[in-house]
């Protein structure tokens, strides 16, 4: 159909507000779990290092641990649920029968399980836990440097560090979300396996060869590799090579969806 060809921001949008009509409340409920949970954790960990440390602040290493698990088992469970309709033959059938393109329907997924939760998640994380430590200050008053603050997370990372950490961090987000195009049953479990499962085999390869052929033993000359000279060169290579996995394993996400449909 001509449908499935072109993309229409009206019909895009259109689509969006039936998914908010269909699971308005699912919405709500989501994310007052998921505040329950975040302040639930916050007060378990703030409780247990008040008692066993018998100081008045947490740590940023406490805040940085709990931040990340947090984040990326939220991240794993919201975008491994993506493309719904894929999870059977009888609702792929009536996924593929929405009036909107593959266009349309990937850039929805992609906007509601990945931008949204990019946007809204770290807004929920700082208020629940600023509840939380609130608390915790109005109760204990030498319970001091209780604010909970992004900027405390990563005070001393260079730029392209950072900006390699996000790069290598959108995988989480990338790679279940193309393993729900490829996957009806258990797609989150099943795309965590094949992943673990192909780095396996990859960081085997690389560690026979290094015994293989002693390549520990090799000295480049000028100590350069390839192109790279040094530490800034070698992770701006990484970062070019995320950005690139990560548009790879979306087209990859994106021409799945589209097969499906032939």
């Not at 989150?188 to 002693?214: M, R």
Request: hydrophobic share 50%; with cysteine.
């Amino acid at each position: 159909m001509e449908t499935n060809n072109n993309f229409s921001m009206h019909r895009m949008l259109l689509l969006y507000k039936q998914y908010i009509n269909l699971n308005a409340k699912n919405i709500l409920i989501t994310v007052g779990a998921a505040i329950f949970i975040i302040i639930g954790i916050h007060t378990f960990f703030h409780a247990q290092e008040f008692r066993a440390l018998h100081r008045g602040h947490v740590s940023k290493e406490y805040h940085g641990a709990i931040f990340s698990f947090v984040f990326f088992g939220t991240c794993l469970l919201w975008v491994g649920q993506a493309f719904p309709g894929l999870r059977s033959k009888e609702k792929t059938m009536e996924y593929l029968m929405i009036p909107a393109s593959i266009p349309e329907k990937f850039l929805f997924e992609f906007f509601n399980r990945i931008v949204i939760f990019l946007i809204f998640f770290p807004i929920i994380y700082w208020v629940a836990t600023n509840i939380v430590t609130g608390i915790f200050h109005s109760q204990i008053p030498e319970y001091t440097d209780y604010m909970f603050e992004y900027s405390n997370l990563f005070p001393t990372w260079e730029t392209r560090f950072f900006v390699l950490a996000a790069s290598l961090g959108m995988l989480f987000f990338t790679l279940p979300f193309t393993g729900a195009t490829y996957f009806q049953k258990l797609s989150l479990v099943k795309t965590i396996l094949a992943v673990a499962l192909i780095f396996g085999f990859f960081t085997l390869i690389v560690y026979l060869a290094i015994k293989g052929f002693d390549i520990g033993q090799y000295s480049p000359k000028d100590n350069k590799i390839l192109f790279m000279k040094n530490r800034h060169d070698a992770q701006l290579a990484a970062i070019y090579a995320a950005v690139l996995a990560n548009l790879v394993i979306l087209a990859i996400g994106y021409f799945k969806l589209k097969e499906k449909e032939v």
